[in-house]
Structures are given as C-alpha cells and as structure tokens.
C-alpha cells in the first residue's frame, strides 16, 4: 500500500519578533525533520500556528519548503479554514505550486456545521483541486465532528479525498472509519500521537506527530515494529514515549512542542499571540521530560 508515509511531522512555524515568518529557521527545522524520523511534513497545519499567518506567508513558505525538502519526502499543505468559499480558493492557489503532494483540510472551526454543511464544505474544496485531500477530523478544537458516514462518502464520491487525520481520541471512530472504507485507497492517520499504537490495530497507517519534533526515528521504528508484526518492540518503544508524549501536551499544542525544539537547539523562532511560552510549571515539566527522554536514548 502506498501511503504518504508512517511519521508525518506536523512541524512548527520560525517566526520573527514581528510576526512574519522566518523561512530560512523553518526550512532548516524541515531539514532535521526529514533526516530524523519523519516520512514527510504538514505544513501550515495547527502545531505551524496556521491562524496567526498571512496567506502570502503561507504561499511562499510552501514554496519554499517544496524547493529545499520535496525530494526528501511527502510534502501536505495545511489550506482549511471556516470559510469555505476562501479554503476552495486557497486550495485551488496552493494546487498550483508543484511538488505539494497532498492538502490538509479541518472540518469548519467555530461554525459547528452539521453533516451536510461538512459534506458540502469538503465537497466544494475537492471540486477545486485534484490533489489527494486529507480531512483534519480535531472536535476538541473545532467544536463538531465529521462522522465516519460523511467521510466514506466524501471518498467515494472523490476518491482523492483518500485520508483522515484522525483526533477525536475515540478509537471506536477510527474502527469504523475502516469498517465503511476497508480498502487500501484510503489511508488513516492518528492525530494523537500517544493514540497511534492502537489506532495501527483497527487499520491506521501512521501519525500525524507532533512529538516527532524531539523523538521522530522512535516513532517511525515503532510503526515499522508493529508492521514487521514485533509486537513487543512496538509496544516497549510506546511506553518509551509516553513521557516525552505527554509533555507535548502540558499546556495547548504547539507551545510545549515549539519550546522544546528550542531546547534541543532548533531555531523554533518566536510565537505569535495568541500562542506564547509556557509558564515556569510547564517549562520544567518539559524540561523534565526532555532530560529523562535524552537519558534513556
């Protein structure tokens, strides 16, 4: 089955005090991440503080990206917003820029949509692009969720539209998700990195990681375990990262994440507000988990 790969780093953003990107900080950071355990990257998604960025931004860092890294692995753009008129537009924009191989797209934040204004939402991206589409299923964030029945027959109707990123942390979605789509056209992804072990049990493929950041060659050794059917390598490495795992999430995604690289001498960059640095709690509780996770490598 080919599949965008097992670890897709969904990677942070570098940015200047001003607010603008620093594309030269966030391509190294994609650098790192390709030549250390990720398959490929989502870019732009939420832990990249999609929200706070200017479409131009967006526009030049997936170019920028594509140039430098997208002949080392799979590159997705993240393009979902609550609008869907503008995701259609932007989607059709960022299609146009070759070697992206793949769109991120949230159900509708704040809108609370129904079914069929989902429906309608994706349906109208995917009568804008060609591209393979994957649904960003987050209800924790957005405030309602895409129901299996909605995405098979989004897939069936587009069969581009071929991937959830799966974050409800409800393994019961996940199984019937691949009960109504069985086949191996379509692909599922933990967006719960301490949830990806399991999720690989009912048929997931991989994680969208944040954690990757910091452990993304133990998390790739970990899917390729279960794959090769070492169920105890596989099981031994998820207990090895459930520390550094939930450190990642002491506070809102991605400030314990974006702290962290810092830690390990990325060029993670500034925040833009709303996000900004973890108090001293949840700095040492990162830090914490950092030093255990470097003294048991």
Known sequence: MKTFGRVLTAMITSFNEDGSVNFENTVAIAKHLLANGSDGLVVCGTTGENPTMSKADKIQLFK?????????????AG?????????AEFAKEVSEISGIDG??????????????????????VAEATTLPIMVYNVPSRVGTAISPATIAKLHHEFPYINAVKEASGNLAIGTEIKKLLPNDDFMLYSGDDGLTLPLLSVGGVGVISVVAHIAGIEMNNMIQAFEQGDLSTAMKINRDLFDITKAMFVTTNP???????RQIGLPAG????????????EAVAIDNALAEFKNNK
């Open 270 to 281: 500034a925040f833009n507000l709303p996000m900004c640095e973890p108090n001293d709690e």
């Open 103 to 124: 769109l991120l797209v949230v159900v509708p934040y704040y809108n609370k949509p129904n079914q069929k204004g989902q429906y309608l939402h994706f349906k109208t």
């Open 255 to 261: 400030i314990p994440v974006k702290y962290a690289s």
């Open 64 to 76: 920028e990206i594509v140039a430098a890294c997208g002949d080392q692995g799979t590159i997705i």
């Open 79 to 87: 393009v979902g917003s609550n609008d869907t008129k503008a995701t």
